[in-house]
T-cell receptor, first 112, second 110 residues
Framework: GAGVSQTPSNKVTEKGKYVELRCDPI?????LYWYRQSLGQGPEFLIY????????DSGLPNDRFFAVRPEGSVSTLKIQRTERGDSAVYLC??????????FGAGSRLTVL | RKEVEQDPGPFNVPEGATVAFNCTYS??????FFWYRQDCRKEPKLLMS???SGNEDGRFTAQLNRASQYISLLIRDSKLSDSATYLC???????????FGTGTRLTIIP
């Protein structure tokens, strides 16, 4: 497609459940980023891929969070044992270089 | 100290006025600088990159002061459609994570 596609757009889950969020970047973009944004805050960096490998995962808050990009295109962010504090909008972005990011519309996660 | 700091506002400015925002960054090794715009409940979108010599795009002017480690955004002849949150963004080099500020909320009043 023409832009970055994220699914689901909204996800409501219960505390303790497992969640997967998917990102389909712009075709040909080698770099893919995950951020999360809470109300009233700027996007907070989670992880960045160059191709299939995680170039920087320093923003993942703890080992409940994991992300993959097995074929260098689609990426999945996985959250285990969700907590209420994980509620946020999870933003994916892709880039062809020079740090110019194109964001998807985000996946709004609510943990009850 | 946060890596990127912005005044969250809100700034309420009459239509046609000029408004300026500043942003400071803590890492002197930062190399790339940007302003992104985010409308309510939408994703951030690139507004403009910020170059060392300063740059202008229509009514928008961005400047970088490396010595004092701040960047600025000036909006002239503000329009109602300029109402948004403006995010200051900094990166250490061409292929590293971008760090976002909390954003400055701007509302243009008719």
């Amino acid at each position: 497609g023409a832009g970055v596609s994220q699914t689901p757009s909204n996800k409501v889950t219960e505390k303790g459940k497992y969640v997967e969020l998917r990102c389909d970047p712009i075709s040909g973009h080698t770099a893919l980023y995950w951020y999360r944004q809470s109300l009233g805050q700027g996007p907070e960096f989670l992880i960045y891929f160059q191709g299939t490998g995680a170039a920087d995962d320093s923003g993942l808050p703890n080992d409940r969070f994991f992300a993959v990009r097995p074929e260098g295109s689609v990426s999945t962010l996985k959250i285990q044992r969700t907590e209420r504090g994980d509620s946020a909008v999870y933003l994916c972005a892709s880039s062809q270089g020079a740090n110019v990011l194109t964001f998807g519309a985000g996946s709004r996660l609510t943990v009850l | 100290r946060k890596e990127v700091e912005q005044d969250p506002g809100p700034f309420n400015v009459p239509e046609g006025a000029t408004v300026a925002f500043n942003c400071t960054y803590s890492n002197s090794a930062s190399q790339s600088f940007f302003w992104y715009r985010q409308d309510c409940r939408k994703e951030p979108k690139l507004l403009m990159s910020v170059y060392s010599s300063g740059n202008e795009d229509g009514r928008f002017t961005a400047q970088l002061n490396r010595a004092s480690q701040y960047i600025s955004l000036l909006i002239r002849d503000s329009k109602l459609s300029d109402s948004a949150t403006y995010l200051c963004v900094v990166a250490k080099s061409g292929n590293e994570k971008l760090t976002f500020g909390t954003g400055t909320r701007l509302t243009i009043i008719p």
